[in-house]
């Protein structure tokens, strides 16, 4: 595990290379914090209502934070934030708690103001003292995981490994998740239903019926979680919970899991963007808040580099990841995510078919393991390559767990020689962890021993990729459209990443949007950005 | 070359051998091996051997079986669809769009419904392609509108409509509780309705789990499945599209 404590690079990489690089991740990264900075989205809004404690919906399924924050913005518009009019409204004795103010508002019989003055004073106090009450909920939530780890005991090694379950129906998931953490996995992922991404609420309550994925919500992640520390008591093993923020309602998934403290999260700063056809602005200041949140919660992020090498080629794309990966890295820090907190994507993609295919995986994943020797990397196994032929997939995942082996990845998403045949079924699921426990007993301290040839195949292309990375991010910090935008928009705008073309003023949830008035004031941002 | 009567090839003509796996919601015992043996004979496989067991979870078991079985296939039985019209190279394929069309030919694809896999329509669409061919961006001759992921009916008629398709391509990945046939359905019902026959674009869908032989059931002109390249995909479009009008409805 302590492979790269000497920090000399096994791959001849020059730490001026590094340094450039990081530099200009910086440099492409600050505009779209200042950017971020500069605006709310109605799920930063709802978010905070969350944090204060407004949860359930109406009987229609409506959460009572979107029918407040709406009410809200038609009174008094988005750019100033909901704090100061709803507490606003509770000081006039408009409702005696949220709740009761949410269902006034919605049948109609508030109105909204922007106080001023004392007004304004005593409305941002309110706030702030209630959002505060659902911070100190995170902070115990992540306390409370300390000392579980510290009583039953934590993952045995690393890396961790990683199942999914995806059933669409939460008590369906939570014996098939008990099961999997018996069977070995250290990490559990509950694929959330496929379209819940676009969708701008986040559903109430504990959900039976989904695509090929469970909706994710606050009372799915409590029991879940609950299921899990049953398990994870009864294993002598602390087994983590992973779930989605992401899509249009990130910030507020973001603060459901802090609240029901979920270990790790897919958290990408510019997937929703590619694949989702979300808006880029909306996107970035969604993420921003809901990694001051993971920071916060002690969650650890995994970022989704994976997913560009499954719509561009895995070698002529390499350095998309690494340049990705370096951003996702900027954006995480000024977060106030810690390096333990960054689950950096990449996967083994590569098609079989190509001379060296092997030779290049690990070139890539020695690569990122270089850059990034704190963060727990997050490796995914190959999708794309996997055809139905079982037996040759099963071979191909036995050398996707040699590379992660030799390069020291710290969460291992369990490939399934199964994958684009059916989901996993028992027997599938028992011989993937067979196999990756052979390459980690057979080959687990191969590290030791391999060292690439500082002039040979790998560490070439290792550095190749990373010259073209930093060719990549210089391109995109000279980037430049009509109106101005930060160079990342116009770039995304370009389609350079994933090869999808994603202007700023296009997509889905802009209107969703706000630039914040001078007197806009949120108690969760200010409380998560004290130090 | 003649297709007689065969049966499965092991390493010795006409020995029938098939190997099966399978798990039994039962503890590894000699009575499960017992049990799985009969499921094997019950199957047809005589003599079953079962080559190995293990136990997964609690009171699962799972098999590896060997064995012979005793039937015969007859191949001269077999309906498939057959491709049906000839394998136009790009250039081949833009020639025939621009003597017969005057130009370009408008495609409009995407993935609807909630599925949010765009590994299949980008795989026929996007420049990058499928198994070493170009997709349909790459054709000079059409003008191709990848819509995306999780794009509903109304906006994907909506898109056909704006861009003046002439086919559209629909991709389908998820098949929970046969997502895949409710929503091609839906979206040539919608197209009926929206459009005179006569002016419907071309509908195809593809995906991994449909069946090449349900088109006319999912009222689309064609399905493609696992394994169809863009160049196939280009090749019937224009096929379909550019067939010169017969003398008779000339008037």
Partial sequence: ?531 | MSTGLIRPYGDTTGDGMVQLSFTLPIAHSKVAEGAAAQLANKMGMDPALVVHAKPMGEGFTFFVVYGRVNHLVDPSTVEVVERDYPLLTPKEANAAIKSSLRRRLVVVGGCIGTDAHTVGIDAILNIKGFAGEKGLEYYRELKVVNLGAQVSVPQLVEAAREEKADAVLVSQVVTQRDAHLLNTREMSAAFREAYPAAKRPLLVVGGPRFDETMAGELGVDRVFTRGTTPGEVASFIVHRLTRPTSGEKAS
């Fill in chain 1, 1 to 531: 595990m302590a492979l790269t404590k000497k920090r000399t690079s096994q791959l001849g990489i020059d730490k001026a290379d590094v340094r450039k690089a990081r530099t200009l991740a910086r440099q492409v990264g600050k505009p779209i914090v200042d950017l971020a900075t500069q605006h709310t989205t109605v799920s930063v809004e709802r978010a905070t209502l969350r944090l204060a404690g407004l949860g359930g919906a109406d009987p229609d399924g409506t959460p009572w934070v979107n029918r407040l924050a709406d009410a809200v913005r038609a009174d008094v518009e988005l750019e100033h934030g909901v704090s100061l009019p709803v507490w606003d409204a509770l000081l006039r004795g408009e409702g005696d708690d949220l709740l009761t103010l949410a269902q006034k508002a919605a049948a109609g019989s508030v109105t909204f103001r922007i106080p001023a003055g004392k007004d304004a004073t005593r409305a941002r106090a309110a706030s702030r003292k209630a959002v505060a009450a659902g911070i100190k909920q995170i902070d115990r939530q992540r306390t409370a995981r300390e000392r579980m780890i510290a009583k039953v005991g934590d993952a045995p090694s690393k890396p961790w490994i990683y199942l999914i379950v995806a059933t669409g129906d939460i008590m369906e998931d939570i014996p098939q998740a008990q099961a999997a953490a018996r069977e070995g996995a250290d990490v559990i992922a509950v694929i959330r239903s496929t379209g819940q991404s676009l969708l701008d609420f986040v559903p109430e309550g504990a959900t039976r019926e989904g695509f090929a994925g469970t909706y994710a919500t606050q009372e799915n992640f409590r029991l879940m979680r609950a299921a899990l520390d049953e398990t994870s008591r009864e294993l002598g093993r602390y087994v983590r919970l992973t779930n989605y923020a992401s899509g249009l309602c990130m910030p507020e998934i973001a603060a459901l899991a802090g609240l029901e403290r979920l270990d790790m999260m897919l958290n990408d700063s510019m997937y929703g963007i590619l694949f989702r056809d979300i808006n880029p602005i909306r996107t970035f200041v969604d993420q921003r808040f809901s990694r001051q949140v993971h920071a916060r919660a002690g969650i650890i992020i995994n970022t989704g580099e994976d997913n560009y090498l499954t719509t561009a080629d895995a070698v002529e794309a390499a350095h998309t990841v690494t340049t990705s990966q370096l951003l996702n890295e900027y954006f995480a820090k000024e977060a106030g995510l810690e390096d333990w907190q960054l689950g950096l994507g990449h996967a083994f993609e590569i098609d079989p078919e190509v001379p060296d295919s092997f030779r290049l995986e690990l070139a890539h994943a020695m690569l990122a393991r270089e850059l990034f020797p704190d963060a727990p990397l997050k490796w995914m196994p190959p999708t794309r390559h996997m055809t139905g032929d079982i037996f040759k997939g099963y071979l191909l995942d036995g050398f996707f767990n040699l590379v992660g082996a030799m390069t020291g990845q710290g969460i291992l998403l369990v490939g399934m020689m199964t994958e684009a045949v059916v989901t996993p079924w028992i027997s599938d699921r028992d011989l993937a962890l067979q196999n990756v426990r052979y390459v980690m007993n057979a080959a687990g301290n191969l590290h030791e021993d391999f060292h690439p040839s500082p002039d040979g195949f790998i560490a070439s292309r290792a550095r190749e990729v990373l010259g073209e990375a930093i060719t990549l991010l210089q391109d995109i910090k000279d980037d430049r459209d009509a109106a101005g935008d930060p160079p990342l928009l116009a770039a995304i705008a370009d389609g350079t990443f994933g090869l999808m073309k994603r202007p700023a003023d296009k997509g889905r949830g802009l209107d969703g949007v706000a630039k914040k008035a001078a007197d806009y004031y949120n108690p969760a941002t200010e409380i998560l950005e004290t130090p």
